[in-house]
């Protein structure tokens, strides 16, 4: 057995973590409205909960408006309802079967407060990383004392998680610089 196993498995882990905060930060508008701020929002719809997307086509015909057309009429006002709860600050005008959202105006407290937002999903990606780092270090640990696996392999294993939790952080900074300086 070896140090390298452990981590070929922990990084899969990784990379879904990484696609995971990519989604994420997509939900955060920048300067265009797109169907991707809303679409997974939760909607208590029949006591069960739907993502905006299984209930209504959503499209981005102008820069600041997202318009909704449901599937049913009945899905209208729990839609409304989860979008007011959302917290995305947009304002709903229902107009017979379709709910169009105007998005306001991107000011400079609002770029800030999207931006606290965006390094708070940052944090909550790298506490993931190091879950998964430290699962994998327990399982390295574990393996070499049940004699499975060396103390100098224990060793090279801990470096070598130490490097992928460097490699993925860059990559996250990466993300949410980039993010940043659409929001800016």
Not at 19 to 44: H, M, N, Q, W, Y
Not at 60 to 80: F, G
Not at 145 to 158: A, M, T, V
Request: with cysteine; charged share 40%; proline share 3%.
């Amino acid at each position: 057995m070896s140090y390298k196993e452990f981590i070929d498995k922990v990084r899969p882990e990784f990379e879904k973590t990484l696609k995971f905060l990519e989604g994420e930060l997509a939900k955060i508008r920048t300067s265009r409205a797109s169907p991707s701020l809303v679409e997974d929002i939760e909607v208590d719809c029949f006591g069960n909960k739907f993502s905006l997307k299984q209930l209504a086509a959503i499209s981005s015909p102008e820069a600041n408006k997202i318009i909704i057309q449901p599937w049913d009429t009945s899905y209208i006002e729990p839609i409304e309802k989860a979008i007011l709860q959302s917290g995305l600050g947009m304002s709903s005008v229902i107009d017979k079967n379709i709910i169009r959202l105007s998005l306001p105006l991107l000011t400079e407290e609002y770029r800030h407060s999207l931006i606290k937002i965006l390094n708070q999903k940052a944090e909550e990606t790298r506490q993931t990383a190091r879950h998964w780092r430290e699962d994998a270090w327990n399982k390295i640990q574990k393996a070499e004392k049940e004699k499975k696996l060396s103390e100098d392999d224990k060793f090279r294993g801990k470096d070598e998680l130490q490097k992928l939790i460097d490699e993925y952080n860059k990559k996250i900074k990466e993300l949410v610089d980039k993010k940043e300086k659409e929001l800016l």
